[in-house]
RNA sequence: GCGGGUGUAGCUCAGUGGUAGAGCGUCACGUUGCCAACGUGAAUGUCGUGAGUUCGAAUCUCAUCACCCGCUCCA
């Protein structure tokens, strides 16, 4: 640090550097692509798998302390990836997901179509047209016709300007009081072309409203028909919930404790952009974390400080990272609260791009899912029960307050977004070495750990590193190349981000020393042949 | 989904109607004395894909696919 700032890297440059050197490739490329999928290569599935695994072992395996100074309890799941489509229902992802869009033909423009308002007036001419603005709900738009109204002005709230032509069209036309606000939704196919868009400048550009629904569908067994439909989960998250009950009747856990897991989600997203950053098939790295409704303030707190330090345990810079609160405009269906953590991409900055979100769901999806499946989801809390016996409560307050239905603060994080993120900032241009730019990962997350090379194809050199080699292959990723100049093996060490580079030289036929090159400093040190193993460890394990 | 741009070797690109090219990289052999050295040799393309125009298309036309930029979207 300071790292160099991902605004002056290239994304270009960066897509190239992962195909060159088997990162990520393009899917099912000889075929001339697909839009939104990759593939990653030997090299990237080494650094997704070192992420993955890191994550699991700090979140699963040995969790951190929890606020209380109690260790924190959370267990592991691998749910299927189609489920009943029931589920979607209940979460909320078929209706939700499904939101009709109007677009305007004129400006370009697109829109939910329940954000569409519309208001009848008589024109100057004559002809009625459906006044049509952009506003989140229909008490917004009310105000704002209120508002215009009293004032002969919209408010500035509006989604960016009217039009020349709407102002013009509300000109003196004279509105009818009577004639409520309505939604686009509800407006007929012929009276279509009465309705002026905000950003329009004549009547009848809007589009009829139209699904994009965002979850990919299959079929389940050979018919297929309405009945056999199934969806690509959207998110792992419902397999967790759909487990909840299983975990608490069978793994002895009790409140409060976390469930996670890693898997492939699939959502069919309008554009695809970006490289990985957004694509329609991705890995994801979620936490359930089940709470008791009043405790789970403090562990929103708790979760979003945990979250933030454990993106920086993966050697990604402080200044390429912030939070960011989500308006409670933009909250989702099933949120109360959420924070994004956002890193500094080199196609967002100066700006920032999500690469995590810590939300509070509330009781929303366990609620969901007792009143879709009728199945109880209420925990019952011995301690609390407990403590409230010996609080002398009586027994209908010992019951308010054991039994509930948890509430969830759920840190999702996508681990191709991490992959993402950590090939951007190891991404180093360097105009003074070979290769003009290196991968500065952390040495654990590095693919390959070490290369180990005989300086030359001589004097008994390449046995020596054959040597070596195979000693290190045991415990580390590693390679031997002995394969033309030195330098060009540096330099090919340096763009697949091997930290470090073991030299078998003339002196080491003597001493028994080699020469360990730093893939950082380009510095090199000399240590003992037999120091190499214990070297690697120990820099791996910082 | 809309508008604009781009697609020629692994990469960067040249090639405007007449035999498909360069540099780098890759591989082999030789050489080598610490940062993409050198020599010799080799492999690599239905010019994104499919039609059309033409005696002849990488080149002109149309369609299509993918990527990039801007909208839009992103529970």
Not at 205 to 233: C, H, Q, W
Not at 295 to 311: L, N, T
Not at 319 to 342: G, P, Q, T
Request: aromatic share 10%.
């Amino acid at each position: 640090m300071p790292d160099t700032d991902p605004a002056t890297k290239s994304m270009d440059e960066i897509v190239a550097l992962c195909k060159r050197r088997g990162f990520v490739y393009p899917a099912s490329e000889i075929y001339g692509g697909i839009n939104g999928f990759w593939d990653y290569g030997p090299l990237g599935t080494a650094l997704k798998n070192n992420i993955r695994d890191h994550w699991w072992k700090q979140t699963v395996e040995c969790p951190p302390i929890g606020p209380d100074g109690e260790p924190v309890s959370i267990v592991g799941l691998d749910s299927s990836i189609i489920q009943n489509p029931k589920v979607w229902e209940a979460s909320g992802h078929v209706g939700g997901f499904s939101d009709p869009m109007v677009d305007d033909t004129e400006t370009k423009k697109r829109y939910r179509a329940d954000h569409v308002w519309v208001r009848k007036a008589a024109g100057k001419d004559g002809n009625e047209v459906l006044v049509a603005i952009v506003l989140g709900s229909q008490e917004e738009a009310q105000a704002a016709w209120e508002h215009f109204d009293s004032t002969g002005k919209l408010p500035d709230q509006l989604r960016g300007e009217l039009s020349k032509g709407v102002k013009k069209c509300i000109d003196g036309a004279k509105f009818y009081e009577d004639a409520p606000i309505s939604s686009y939704v509800d407006v007929s196919d012929d009276q279509r072309v009465m309705v002026f868009g905000q950003h329009a400048s004549k009547p009848g550009t809007l589009t009829e409203p139209r699904e994009f629904n965002l979850m990919f569908e299959t079929f389940v067994g050979a018919i297929r028909d309405a009945s056999s439909k199934a969806y690509l989960r959207p998110e792992t998250a419902q397999g967790i919930f759909l487990n909840y009950k299983n975990v608490v009747d069978t793994m002895r856990v009790k409140m409060p404790f976390g469930i996670a897991q890693v898997g492939k989600s699939f959502r069919n997203e309008v554009t695809p952009r970006n490289f990985i950053f957004r694509s329609r098939e991705f890995e994801q790295m979620e936490m359930e974390w089940f709470c008791a409704p009043d405790d789970s303030p403090k562990w929103y707190d708790f979760w979003k400080h945990e979250r933030m330090r454990w993106w920086e345990s993966l050697g990604v810079s402080k200044s390429n990272l912030r939070y960011r609160d989500h308006d409670d405009d933009e909250l989702a269906h099933y949120s109360k609260m959420c924070v994004d953590i956002e890193y500094k991409y080199p196609f967002t900055a100066p700006g920032y791009g999500e690469l995590e979100g810590v939300a509070h769901r509330g009781c929303f999806d366990l609620t969901q899912h007792q009143e879709h499946s009728k199945q109880k989801m209420e925990y019952f809390d011995q301690e609390r029960q407990v403590k409230g016996q010996k609080a002398g409560l009586s027994k209908d307050e010992i019951n308010a307050q054991s039994k509930y239905i948890p509430n969830v603060i759920e840190p999702a994080s996508g681990l191709t977004r991490g992959v993402l993120v950590l090939l951007c900032e190891a991404f180093t241009p360097d105009e003074s070495r070979p290769s003009k730019v290196y991968m500065k990962f952390k040495p654990k997350f590095a693919p390959i750990k070490a290369g180990v090379f005989p300086l030359v194809n001589k004097d008994g050199m390449p046995e020596v590193a054959q040597k070596l080699y195979m000693g290190l292959r045991e415990k580390f990723t590693c390679q031997l190349d002995a394969k033309q100049s030195i330098g060009k093996r540096y330099a090919r060490m340096d763009e697949a981000g091997t930290p470090y580079c073991f030299t078998v030289d003339g002196d080491t036929l003597s001493d028994q020393t080699v020469t360990v090159r730093d893939r950082d400093s380009q510095s090199q040190e000399r240590i003992n042949i037999d120091q190499v193993e214990n070297f690697l460890a120990d820099k791996i394990g910082e």
